[in-house]
């Protein structure tokens, strides 16, 4: 089966904790990006990487980290750093096709902080 | 700064009507318009897209209007139905930008009364 996927579906953290979550896609997309979701936010984007050992910040990078070591792999750290990190998280790549962009999403993880 | 504005938020239709979500946009380096459609719990997945050169773009009971000149694009779902209910996202791209980013709407969140 080619996609995305992300783990864990679920995630609790502590107040101070980093926590890391996965990202791992099997589409050979060489672009791929991190958003978070809030309801009536839409969807914001963290980082992305347009090629492996290389990222860039998004609109809202502050309190996050990421690596992009492998082409198949981007995990996001979500730091003590940000302070309202409970949210949903997704994500995606990105695949060009002559005149056509499609972004593939991963199922998401929704992180609470308890 | 939102780069595509999308309304409304949220929208409520009955069986049958026809859902009609708006967004439009400034920025003229857009030239790829694609619509995602996200089940609570999932990640987004593509629904339709649509490129400036054409005004309106039809697949089965969706459809996307586009008017150039006034920087808008809207959906319209026509024979809705209350497996529609869900979550839509505008996007658009920017000319010569293969592997770059997609900017978001905020989302619709549209019920679909039976």
């Known amino acids: 089966d080619g996609g995305i996927t992300q783990s864990p579906k679920y995630l609790f953290r502590k107040e101070g904790q980093n926590v890391t979550l996965s990202c791992e896609q099997n589409l050979n997309h060489d672009a791929m990006y991190w958003y978070r979701q809030d309801p009536g936010q839409g969807l914001r984007l963290i980082y992305y990487?347009?090629?492996?050992?290389?990222?860039q910040k998004g609109d809202i990078a502050e309190g996050y980290s990421v690596s992009r070591e492998k082409k198949e792999s981007f995990p996001l750290t979500v730091t003590s750093a940000q302070k309202n990190p409970t949210a949903f998280y997704l994500c995606?790549?990105?695949?060009?096709?002559?005149?056509?962009?499609?972004?593939?999403f991963g199922q998401g993880t929704r992180l609470t902080v308890v | 700064q939102q780069q595509v504005k999308q309304s409304p938020q949220s929208l409520i239709v009955q069986k049958g009507g026809i859902s009609i979500i708006n967004c439009a946009y400034e920025?003229?380096?857009?030239?790829?318009f694609p619509w995602y459609q996200q089940f609570p719990g999932k990640g987004p997945a593509l629904l339709i897209a649509?490129?400036?050169?054409?005004s309106e773009k039809k697949e089965g009971r969706f459809t996307i209007s586009f008017n150039k000149s006034a920087k808008q694009f809207s959906l319209h779902i026509m024979d809705s139905q209350p497996g529609d209910s869900a979550t839509y996202f505008c996007?658009?791209?920017?000319?010569?930008?293969?592997?770059?980013?997609?900017?978001f709407g905020r989302g619709t969140q549209l019920t679909v009364w039976p």
């Open positions: 995606a790549t990105l695949n060009y096709r002559g005149l056509l962009t499609e972004a593939f």
């Open positions: 996007a658009a791209r920017r000319r010569g930008s293969t592997l770059g980013r997609l900017y």
């Open positions: 920025n003229t380096a857009f030239d790829y």
């Open positions: 990487s347009q090629i492996v050992n290389d990222f």
């Open positions: 649509i490129r400036p050169d054409v």
